[in-house]
């Protein structure tokens, strides 16, 4: 647990830990005897074509999972799939899940070898899209959006993690080659790598202009570094592809690079694991891997009421089951002992300005968090700001009244975004 | 699956610094503390009694309040025995226990509860309760004549009654020093402005009070005051006389900076601190009270909403 770090003049900051002297070596996790591949589909959906139980796949065989081809999976392991459920992810998010038990022998599939030939955004958005760092290639299918430059983030938007970094200085090879495969299939040539300031270089000829992130937490989110790094401000609810930057981790340029010189889908995740004790570690996990195996490789143990969290203490999302799979875009696992969660509480605001102080959005809080908790969604945003809130947490993390004040705030955008729907929908 | 393990699941962040509201309001009463001890010391077992019964009638009303209003109990979070140890500072030691009571009821129940408790009150509810007090009971707040029968080695005459009456030469007996150290008339916990200016420092390097109010109302009182003193030399005090003398210390550190009556924006902290202080002045040099610093504030608490709508812009904000 973090102490308030800041004192009451100077300007409160909370800095990222970076990752410093000899590079350590990740632990790899063997194969587990089942992997869960979810989909990011309804299993209700009506154009929806659900792998069978009972059916065997390989190794980065693609399931095409709607006919045209929109939604698919790559298989991370060889098996016979034995059950296909219903996923719930945060805020309601529905998918399937679908579980595999995973075969001693691997029987790799070649499909996107043969279309690693010739580097393609038709091949790469078509077998690309679930590697390791969640490429988002699905921006260059929007015709709304014209992406002109391209961001590699080669920082961790969360504390404690540092799978980014890690990667960056480890595998800047294929980053390399990634960058080269981007230019080329999508023709920009504006490429930016950002990377942590305190983190070493050796980035001579990467293909990118090279720029440094500041170590204050949230510098790496990527409105921080579009507004850093970039020089743009993303308009409130807007995202950084309607400037027309696509935003890559680094960890996905990494696995472009090696899926098109190797002919193969790579599928091992790297995430950051920390421990209860705030210790933390590398891991190397295939997609799909079951949070269990990985607390069970790396020697953690976990008890009731314990808070297992995918993702960094800022931004993470924490989970119910240690049946939870590792995907493409899970950087950290973080387990937190019963006794140091922070309680919250219904206490009302005594205007204190300590959050306004903090927000990096400059959102007048204080006033908001009273519209939030009546439920005023609508005048939070016309008068408050609401969504000129890019999600980093430090209003809840240093509010006095303890009020959960970024929960009330992804509760108001989840509302109003049902509310939109609805009316879409009605019209 | 069903003999799994029960986490805790909740939205991000899954960590807080540690602050609490108990904790700022226990270190502002600690802050309080030096002021407080000095008055003690020079007034004794009135003093006492005024403070405990301003304390503890102040902790009762809020009970009372939380047991009407049917919410939780609040008297643990220190922000009502705050409420009550400011009452208490401001009053003089020979105060008639009613009139103790009466005032931390109007300022718990008036100033604070019937807005909706802490958080929601316009004014400070300290100010609120002298307020009523003054314009009810004249006389008790006179410390000339509450503090008559006191002798303490020094001039017994309250600083700014002087100067109001008799001008300049009446309060050449009191050098900067013998201020900042408390040899002056006032109320119990007002005077001794060096205990309240140490207090003032560790509240803001602790950052429990926003030191752009406390500053900008200190050089708002002494602008003012220069301005008048330049102007008319043997009617208006000086500069540092105005610092240190009635309630400008307390008012700049612990009265002007209550959370829910103040701003909490920059550029509007420094209006409010520093209009704060002028009006303060205004109303000692012109207007009929001796000291000004009860309505300054109050008149400010006013503007604050008005004054908190200056603020930046978000960032990424369309208009
Ligand atoms: S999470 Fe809170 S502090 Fe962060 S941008 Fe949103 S409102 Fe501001
Ligand atoms: S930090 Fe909490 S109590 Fe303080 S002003 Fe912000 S919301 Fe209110």
Redesign the interface.
């Known amino acids: 647990m973090l102490k308030k770090l800041f004192g009451g003049l100077a300007t409160p900051r909370i800095d990222y830990i970076p990752l410093e002297g000899r590079l350590p070596v990740p632990v790899n996790i063997l194969l587990p005897p089942k992997v869960t591949l979810v989909l990011d589909i309804a299993m209700d959906a009506k154009d929806a074509i659900l792998p069978k139980i009972g059916d065997t796949v390989k190794t980065g065989q693609k399931l095409t999972l709607v006919e045209d081809g929109r939604v698919y999976a790559i298989s991370p392991a060889t098996g016979t799939i034995s059950a296909v459920t219903p996923f719930r992810g945060e805020m309601g998010q529905v998918g399937t899940a679908v579980l595999i038990d995973t075969a001693k022998k691997e029987d790799p599939d070649d499909q996107f070898a043969a279309a690693a030939q010739e580097p393609a955004l038709a091949s790469a958005a078509a077998f690309l899209a679930g590697l390791p760092g969640n490429p988002p290639f699905k921006v260059f299918g929007d015709p709304e959006k014209s992406i002109h430059t391209i961001v590699i983030n080669g920082a961790d938007g969360d504390l404690l993690v540092a799978t980014q970094q890690f990667v960056v200085q480890s595998r800047i090879d294929a980053i390399a080659k990634g960058i080269a495969v981007l230019k080329r299939i999508t023709g920009i040539e504006n490429v930016t790598l950002a990377v942590p300031v305190n983190v070493m270089g050796g980035y001579g000829s990467i293909g990118a202009e090279v720029k440094f992130v500041d170590t204050a937490y949230p510098s790496a989110l990527p409105h921080m570094i579009l507004k850093d790094v970039l020089g743009k401000v993303i308009p409130a609810g807007k995202g950084a592809e309607d400037l027309g930057v696509c935003i890559f981790n680094a960890e996905a340029v990494a696995s472009i690079g090696r899926a098109y010189e190797d002919g193969k889908i790579p599928f091992q995740k790297l995430l950051t694991v920390i421990k209860k004790d705030g210790s933390k570690g590398l891991v190397s996990a295939r997609i799909g891997t079951p949070v269990k195996d990985i607390l069970k490789a790396v020697g953690e143990t976990v008890a009731d009421r314990d808070r297992v969290i995918l993702g960094g203490p800022m931004t993470g999302v924490s989970i119910y089951t240690l049946d939870y799979p590792v995907r493409p875009d899970t950087d950290a696992l973080m387990i937190q002992d019963k006794d140091s969660i922070p309680f919250v509480s219904d206490y009302p605001c005594i205007n204190c300005g300590e959050c306004l102080r903090v927000c990096p959005a400059k959102i007048p809080i204080n006033m908001l968090v009273r519209f939030l908790e009546a439920g005023q969604y609508q005048e939070a945003v016309d008068l408050y700001d609401l969504y000129a809130c890019f999600e980093c947490g430090l209003c809840s993390y240093v509010c006095v009244s303890r009020i959960p004040i970024f929960q009330y705030i992804r509760l108001a955008k989840y509302e109003l975004n049902r509310i939109e729907t609805a009316e879409v929908t009605n019209v | 699956m069903f003999n799994?393990?029960?986490?805790?699941?909740?939205?991000?962040?899954?960590?807080?610094?540690?602050?609490?509201?108990s904790v700022?309001y226990y270190n502002i009463l600690i802050a309080t503390l030096p002021a407080v001890i000095f008055g003690i010391i020079q007034y004794g077992m009135p003093a006492v009694a005024v403070v405990s019964l301003s304390v503890s009638s102040a902790i009762f009303w809020e009970l009372l309040m939380n047991r009407l209003t049917k919410r939780p109990i609040t008297i643990t979070?220190g922000n009502a025995a705050l409420i009550g140890m400011l009452f208490a500072m401001l009053l003089p030691a020979t105060s008639p226990w009613w009139l103790v009571v009466t005032g931390t009821f109007v300022a718990i129940v008036i100033g604070k509860h019937i807005y909706?408790?802490?958080?929601?009150n316009p004014f400070n509810p300290v100010m609120v309760g002298i307020a009523i007090l003054t314009l009810s009971w004249k006389g008790f707040l006179n410390f000339d004549q509450a503090l008559l029968n006191y002798d303490l080695g020094y001039s017994m005459v309250y600083p700014l009654a002087a100067l109001k009456n008799f001008g300049t030469v009446a309060i050449g007996a009191f050098s900067p020093g013998d201020l900042l150290l408390g040899r002056q008339s006032g109320g119990i916990g007002a005077t001794f402005g060096l205990g309240l200016i140490i207090g003032g420092i560790y509240?803001?390097?602790?950052?429990?009070?926003?030191?752009e109010i406390s500053v900008s109302f200190l050089a708002g009182v002494f602008i003012t005051a220069l301005i008048f003193h330049l102007f008319d030399g043997a009617r208006f005090g000086g500069p540092v006389f105005h610092i240190l003398t009635g309630y400008t210390l307390i008012g700049a550190i612990f009265l002007a900076t209550e959370?829910?009556s103040?701003p909490?924006?920059l550029i509007p902290m420094f209006i409010y601190g520093a209009g704060g202080g002028i009006l303060t002045m205004l109303i000692r040099n012109i207007g009929i009270f001796h000291d000004g610093v009860v309505f300054a504030i109050l008149i400010m608490n006013i503007l604050n909403p008005l004054l908190?709508k200056i603020?930046?812009?978000?960032?990424?904000?369309?208009v």
Request: glycine share 10%.
């Open positions: 799994q393990k029960k986490f805790i699941v909740s939205h991000a962040p899954f960590w807080h610094d540690e602050s609490k509201v700022r979070d909706g408790g802490i958080g929601a509240l803001m390097l602790r950052g429990f009070i926003r030191w959370d829910s103040s909490a924006n908190d603020r930046p812009k978000a960032i990424g904000k369309v």
